[in-house]
């Protein structure tokens, strides 16, 4: 690889649901992207965050985690992340340290044999285990699959983020820029607001509910006086989920509001109206539309 030429390409981080694929993505490109919750199933479809390394451009693909998907919406999220690693110049598979190798990770290695993807294999989360339990880890792993290269990180404090810059660079096209230099994303402000929204909405609620919902942005207004005014809709499956969302005396449905409020001011850099409606959408797991909104493919 001659230094002064230009390398682009596309990196799809793979992993099993939790792993901190967004976490990771969100601190090579050095802003919040992606949302994370410690829950499962947080990212829902494909989000791009894209980074400069030397002379080299790195669109990193966020993916949903990988897992046996049951429902629609479960499908179509796991379809997308093999979609995104299908396309990609380089796969990064991320493994949970302290989780360690589970029937997921299993099914995503079998599944880059398969596809004939040799990937980058990077275990995460070093910083919350113990050093000598990554040995056995390791091996576990290079006996599983065959891998281009094996990283020690922790997306959360950034160690072995530089190494793995290096790493993929290494495995990058040639070629031009496909992004102006000072670009970090392709999401759209609306969505954007959408899955902040959903984050605290997450981060709040329990069970199944964070599951049975899902955000939409109808409508952004901006203001005269610098500010935006957001609106956003809530689906959720159930009248029952509803009154749950909102809570007594609209409390939770204002504090989630404000939560989101605060982030979307700082990431806007500009105040921001929020108003936030709770609707019920009997199976919007089974709309069409609802699939068009989250950026999601539609799987029969
Ligand atoms: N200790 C530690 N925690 C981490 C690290 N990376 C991610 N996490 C945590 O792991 C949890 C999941 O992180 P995410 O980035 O949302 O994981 P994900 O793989 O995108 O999850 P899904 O979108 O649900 O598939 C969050 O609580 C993160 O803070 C790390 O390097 N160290
Ligand atoms: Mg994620």
């Known amino acids: 690889m001659t230094e002064n030429k230009s390398h682009c390409g596309f990196v799809a981080l793979l992993g099993a649901p939790n792993a901190g694929k967004s976490t990771l993505m969100n601190s090579l490109v050095g802003s919040k992207i992606s949302i994370v919750t410690h829950k499962v199933q947080t990212t829902r479809t494909r989000f791009i965050g894209i980074a400069l390394h030397k002379n080299n451009q790195m669109i990193f693909v966020d993916t949903p985690g990988i897992f046996e998907p049951k429902k629609r919406l479960e499908r179509a999220m796991v379809s997308a992340a093999w979609a995104g690693a299908g396309d990609a110049d380089v796969v990064v598979l991320l493994v949970d340290a302290e989780r360690r190798i ?8 079998d599944g880059l044999k398969e596809g004939g993807k040799k990937a980058v294999l990077a275990i995460n989360k070093i910083d919350a285990i113990r050093r000598d339990s990554l040995l056995s880890l390791v091996k576990e792993l290079n006996d599983m699959g065959d891998f281009s290269e094996v990283l020690l990180i922790s997306a959360l404090k950034g160690d072995g983020l530089e190494d793995l810059k290096d790493t ?18 392709d999401i759209t402000e609306r969505m954007l607001a959408a899955e902040v929204t959903r984050e605290k909405f997450f981060l709040r609620l329990h069970e199944e509910l964070p599951y049975a919902a899902t955000v939409e942005t109808e409508a952004w207004q901006e203001k005269k006086d610098g500010s935006v005014r957001i609106e956003q809709v809530i689906y959720v499956e159930r009248e029952t989920q509803k009154a749950i969302v909102i809570g007594k005396g609209g409390r939770s449905l204002k504090e ?45």
């Open 102 to 109: 589970d029937a997921n990770t299993r099914r995503i290695i």
């Open 168 to 185: 993929i660079s290494k495995y990058l096209p040639e070629g031009p820029w496909l992004y102006p230099e000072d670009q970090m994303t």
């Open 256 to 300: 989630i509001g404000k939560l989101a409020r605060l982030d979307l001011e700082e990431m806007l850099d500009r105040r921001v109206h929020l108003f936030i409606f709770v609707k019920v959408r009997k199976n919007w797991g089974n709309d069409k539309e609802r699939y068009d909104n989250m950026g999601l493919e539609w799987v029969e």
